[in-house]
Every structure is written in C-alpha cells, then in structure tokens.
C-alpha cells in the first residue's frame, strides 16, 4: 500500500480560554478536581463569531499557507476531507465549505467523516486510499470541533472534559514514507453518545459514562498500537514521538505505564486545549512542529479512541 507523508499543518484554537476556575463559576466543580483528575487546566470555546466551519477554514488556511511557502500550490489538492462529530452544518458538509473559502479546485474529492475522537485517524486511512489513485495530487484533512455546543453545563462529569478547536495536515503519497494502522470498533450506544437531530430539536447534548470510557481507553491505546506495530515491525523504542487523542493525562500515563514507556515520550497539551476529539490530534502534531519537537525522518505513532466506541493507531515517519 502507498506511504504517506505530513507534509505541512496548521491549526486554529478557538477564540476564548475558559479555565477551570471559570468553569467552576458555571458548574459545582474545582480547579483541583479538574486539574487531579484529567490534567485540564483549560480549554478553548467557540466564541459568537465562531463555528466547526470557522475553525476548520482557518486550520485549513493555516496548513495551506505553510504548503504554499514550502513551494507547493493548492491547485495541487485533490481531496479535502474534515473529520468532525459537531458539523456546523450537514449540508453543505463542511469540506465543502472549506473547499469554497480556501479556493481549491472543484475537480476534488470532499466529506465530512466521522468516528468522533478516532476520526482523523480514520481520515489518514482514508488519505492513503485516495492518493494510492492519484499520487500525484495532495489531501487536506482537517479535525475540527465546536463540542461546546454540545455538552450539557448540568453534568459536571462531562462538561468540564472537552474544548473546541480544529487541526488541519497536508498529505501526500510517499513512496518511501510507509504507513501502517489498525482500526476497531466495538459498537455501543450508551456510554458515549451524541443524539443526531431528532424531532424538534437540534443534536446533542454530550453523554458520557465516564469510568466506562476510561476502562475502554486504557486498553483500545495499546492494543491499537500492538497491532500497527506487528504489521510494520517495528519496536515500541523505535518510536520518537506517541501523539495520542488528548482526552485525559490519566489514560495517557496508564497507556504508557502498561506497554512500558517513559511518560515522556507520550505529547500532551490537554491542560491547555482540553479534549477536542477530531481535532486533537493534528492540533498537537501542528503545536509539536511549531515548537521543533518534529525531525524529519523521526517515527511517530498515533493513537485515538472515542465515540462510537471507536479506536485507532497509525506509524507514520516524519
Ligand atoms: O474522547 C473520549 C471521551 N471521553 C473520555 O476519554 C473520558 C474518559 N473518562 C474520564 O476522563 C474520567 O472518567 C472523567 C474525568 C470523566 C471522570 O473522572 P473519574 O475519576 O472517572 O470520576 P467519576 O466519574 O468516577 O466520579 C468520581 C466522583 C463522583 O462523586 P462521588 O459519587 O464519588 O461522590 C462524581 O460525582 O467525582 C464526582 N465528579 C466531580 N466532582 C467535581 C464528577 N465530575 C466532577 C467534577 N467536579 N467536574
């Protein structure tokens, strides 16, 4: 199967920083409870102005600029594709929107998907099929969410967890970029759930069985991860960087405790952004690339679980 290859990112965090100290003015909550428990310190909501479509259109730009100064053209993407479960509409779907804003050709291939918190792993895995058919062109994939929308400020068990924000790649086909990745799914409609739009009344709120998703997460991270890691054959100390979904340091350590990793090696930024589901993953991938963190050539293991329930991982070289 064709490798593929991040080649630029770009991300946008939404526009108001909510600490936990201003969550506790809304919610019977605490700073310490939030901080001990999930390693929160803030988020970022969507401001007035501000949607999944908004967001998603300046990650988007953001990526395409930094593709754009490397010396390549938009006219060269062939594909967007916008990982969301909090769409600021269905239809249009917001790849479409983000093909309009940013002037991409028409001859391209857009939709939104969603596997909730796994869903810009999903979206890689789909990358990788398309460019298989036209390596030539590039994929712009986005995880975008306003999840602010959807929660319910009565339950604190929930509310307190996720943020809004968006993450956007460029992807190409790289021949000598081999990817590998293992999807799973383990359907289940009670302890995480989003309803859709039902009679007389728009989606959500958020519902979460918190210690059930938890126990699911603890085991889907090394699991994905064993299975990427028997197709491409590495070792886990081959691996540079573990970019996870940014849902709680807590599952994060207890992943790396179990499969015997330093900490260290695990990326965080929730206590700044909170869980953004789709969009975790490429806003840490943008934030570790703005910092230095990412080398060329270095072995990045990704990892997501979430809604659905859904869980994924994916080796990629940088
Ligand atoms: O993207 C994937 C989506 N979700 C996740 O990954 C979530 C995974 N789960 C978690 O991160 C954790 O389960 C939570 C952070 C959501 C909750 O932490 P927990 O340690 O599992 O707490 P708990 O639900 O077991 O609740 C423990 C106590 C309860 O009080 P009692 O019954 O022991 O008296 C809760 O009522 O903490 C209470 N509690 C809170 N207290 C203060 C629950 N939420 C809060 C809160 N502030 N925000």
Same mark, same amino acid.
């Given at each position: 199967m064709t490798g593929i290859s991040i080649i630029a990112t770009g991300s946008q965090p939404a526009a108001q920083v909510v600490t936990n100290d201003h969550l506790a003015k809304l919610v019977d909550t605490s700073d310490q409870w939030i901080a001990t428990r999930t390693g929160i310190r803030q988020r970022r909501f969507a401001g007035p102005e501000e949607d999944t479509t908004s967001l998603a259109i300046g990650a988007a730009r953001a990526a395409v600029e930094q593709l754009e100064k490397a010396?390549? /053209?938009?006219?060269? +993407?062939g594909a967007v594709l916008v990982a969301t479960? =909090?769409? /600021? =509409?269905? &239809?249009?779907s917001t790849a479409c929107l983000v093909q309009r804003e940013l002037g991409l050709p028409e001859d391209l291939f857009a939709l939104d998907i969603n596997a909730a918190c796994t869903g810009f792993l999903s979206g890689l895995r789909l990358c990788q099929g398309l460019l298989a058919q036209q390596p030539e062109r590039l994929a712009l994939l986005v995880g975008a969410e306003a999840i602010s929308r959807l &929660?319910?400020?009565?339950d604190r068990g929930t509310c307190i967890l996720f943020g809004d924000g968006a993450g956007a790649a460029v992807v190409a086909a790289g021949p000598d970029r081999p990817f590998f990745c293992a999807f799973g799914t383990? /359907?289940?409609?009670?302890v995480l759930r989003c309803p859709g739009v039902r009679p007389g009344g728009g989606p959500g709120p958020v519902t979460m069985e918190g210690r059930e998703v938890f126990r699911f997460a603890v085991d889907a991270i090394p699991k994905g991860i064993a299975a990427v890691l028997a197709q491409s /054959?590495?070792?886990?100390?081959? +691996?540079?960087w573990f970019v996870c979904h940014q849902a709680n340091a807590r599952i994060l350590a207890h992943a790396a405790k179990a499969m015997g990793v330093?900490?260290?090696?695990f990326f965080m930024d929730l206590d700044r952004y909170g869980n953004t589901s789709a969009a975790s993953i490429p806003i840490a991938l943008d934030e570790m690339a703005k910092k230095g963190l990412l080398k060329k050539g270095q072995r990045l293991m990704l990892a997501g679980f979430g809604g659905g329930l859904t869980w994924g991982a994916a080796e990629l070289i940088w």
């Open positions: 010396g390549r /053209g938009r006219e060269e +993407i479960f =909090s769409p /600021g =509409s269905l &239809v249009p &929660v319910d400020f009565g383990r /359907g289940d409609g009670e /054959g590495s070792s886990l100390w081959d +691996i540079d330093p900490e260290e090696r």
